[in-house]
């Protein structure tokens, strides 16, 4: 008991800390706001939606539902971290930085994950049928 | 008017897997994430703005010490995206608890929880649109992002201090709180471990090449590629950027000052010893290359101004601005026998924007400290 007051203790001064760092900073109600902006966006859009998807992989039945949540649970990841580089305002006079061709990359790997998904599904579909066989 | 609570909350969740044990299984991959994403992210910092004291201090070995743990921080923060949305999913029907608040304790905990979630969030956004030199906020990245990193570090720990013993119940299969959740969820919630497992290792290989040279065949969404620079290597700031041309090179001359001062044109430098050494780039921003570097040795150029064994440097870029055009360089760094004051690159005379004519190149240090375009050298 003893030792969980010391560390939420330690937590809550580490925070702190942090949270006067911040203060000190110009204009710290603008970071503020940007951090209140994240939690509104995750939780009241990112979230909802992605209940919504689960809605559906629930719909997908019991036997397909593990390989169709992985297959979203990738596509939706790899789409979050190409975001950027797929919305950044171009601009940058410095051919080095993002120097792949993004779009296709990104389409290239959806395209992956269907074909994978497919294939595993086949493949698994399959095999029970050659088992009811035998 | 009084205001009344309705008895029952204005929304529910069947659906399956939003329990202790799931967000345990998750949580504790998190937390590792975060907890290398911190400690690294700290030595960087420290590494790249360090404290008097400090300075002389920081080791130049192993010269691919930064070159790991910068790629570290990037990666295990990459690696970090698809455990935060999958833990903040298991644990989203908690936002909806009823009654809202049932104390002044409850009240302050989902308060940490809240800026325990917008700190996670918010670190992850501005780190990864760092990496791609893209900042749309009205702050100051470094500051700001090191701010909050410690209001995340303390906001875990506390939250981990507060939930200890339903992780301690939910801990391992045989816990006793596992135990307690229906049985026929066991197969589904190793397949959502699976699938997030499977998104972890997805966003860590197309963007890991980046900074693992072997891996670039696999980099699909990384901002930097080690197959795309010039001279065989990426660059972060363009001799544009910097406002040097050839023309403001035109009468260059390397001023060293110190107890012994003197001047050396580029001739004169390439008529010193030259030495070659494999060192790599490694950027702040993740990405890192090795190349082979060929100079002069910054020991012999402060030895010959007068600097001792003891001397450290100061150096000055010739670029007219930048928040780096100054750079203090430790003890241990000015003496290292693999710094140099580099004149050639992978075999080839410093492109521009590799910082011709004369460029520093220093073990285990950060990118933006590899001072390009040098006009001056201090004996500190």
């Known amino acids: 008991m003893g030792f969980r007051y010391v560390l939420g203790g330690f937590g809550a001064a580490c925070a702190a800390w942090g949270g006067w760092l911040l203060f000190s900073q110009p204009e710290p109600w603008r970071i503020a706001v940007w951090l209140g902006a994240a939690v509104v966006v995750h939780d009241g859009l990112v979230a909802p939606l992605v209940m919504a998807l689960a809605v559906l992989v629930a719909l997908a039945g019991l036997r397909l539902r593990g390989v169709v949540r992985a297959a979203l649970a990738v596509a939706g990841s790899l789409t979050v971290i190409a975001l950027p580089p797929l919305l950044r305002p171009a601009g940058v006079a410095n051919p080095t930085v993002l120097p792949l061709d993004y779009p296709r990359n990104w389409l290239l790997a959806m395209a992956a994950i269907a074909l994978l998904t497919v294939a595993h599904v086949g493949a698994r579909a399959a095999a029970r049928r050659v088992r009811r066989r035998h | ?380």
Not at chain 2, 58 to 75: I, K
Not at chain 2, 110 to 119: C, N
Not at chain 2, 128 to 134: I, V
Not at chain 2, 149 to 162: D, K
Request: net charge positive; glycine share 8%; hydrophobic share 45%.
């Open chain 2, 1 to 380: 008017m009084r205001f009344t609570l309705p008895s029952r909350p204005p929304v529910t969740f069947k659906a399956r897997l939003h329990d202790a044990r799931t967000a345990t299984a998750i949580g504790r991959w998190l937390g590792l994430a975060m907890a290398v994403c911190f400690a690294t992210g700290v030595l960087s910092h420290y590494l790249q703005h360090p404290p008097g004291w400090l300075a002389d201090r920081l080791p130049s070995r192993p010269y691919w010490g930064y070159r790991l743990t910068q790629g570290l921080h990037v990666a295990s923060g990459i690696a970090a995206v698809p455990l935060l949305l999958a833990k903040l999913w298991a644990v989203y029907p908690r936002l909806f608890a009823w009654p809202p608040v049932r104390s002044a304790l409850h009240a302050l905990e989902r308060i940490s929880v809240a800026v325990l979630v917008a700190a996670g969030l918010f670190e992850l956004f501005t780190g990864l649109l760092n990496t791609f030199q893209w900042y749309p906020w009205p702050f100051n990245f470094v500051p700001v992002h090191y701010a909050v990193a410690w209001l995340l570090l303390g906001s875990l720990i506390l939250h981990v201090a507060v939930q200890w013993p339903k992780i301690r119940d939910h801990f391992t299969l045989r816990s006793p709180g596992t135990l307690a959740l229906p049985e026929a969820d066991g197969p589904d919630r190793r397949q959502l471990l699976l699938g997030v497992t499977a998104a972890v290792g997805a966003v860590t290989l197309t963007t890991v090449g980046q900074s693992v040279t072997a891996l670039a065949p696999l980099e699909l969404f990384g901002p930097r590629s080690p197959s795309h620079g010039v001279q065989g290597l990426p660059v972060n700031r363009t001799a544009t950027a910097a406002g040097v041309t050839e023309a403001s090179l035109a009468d260059w001359r390397l001023t060293v000052d110190g107890p012994r001062p003197y001047t050396l044109t580029l001739d004169g430098l390439r008529a010193m010893p030259q030495h070659e050494v494999t060192l790599p780039i490694a950027c702040v921003e993740g990405w890192s290359k090795s190349a082979h570097w060929t100079g002069v040795r910054v020991r012999d150029l402060l030895e010959r101004a007068g600097g001792g064994p003891g001397a450290r440097a100061r150096v000055v870029s010739v670029e007219a601005a930048g928040a780096y055009r100054v750079m203090e360089m430790g003890r241990l760094y000015a003496q290292d026998p693999l710094t140099l004051l580099a004149l050639r690159l992978n075999g080839e005379v410093l492109s521009l924007d590799h910082g011709y004519p004369a460029r520093i190149i220093a073990p285990n240090r950060p990118g933006v400290l590899q001072t390009k375009w040098v006009g001056r050298l201090e004996v500190v």
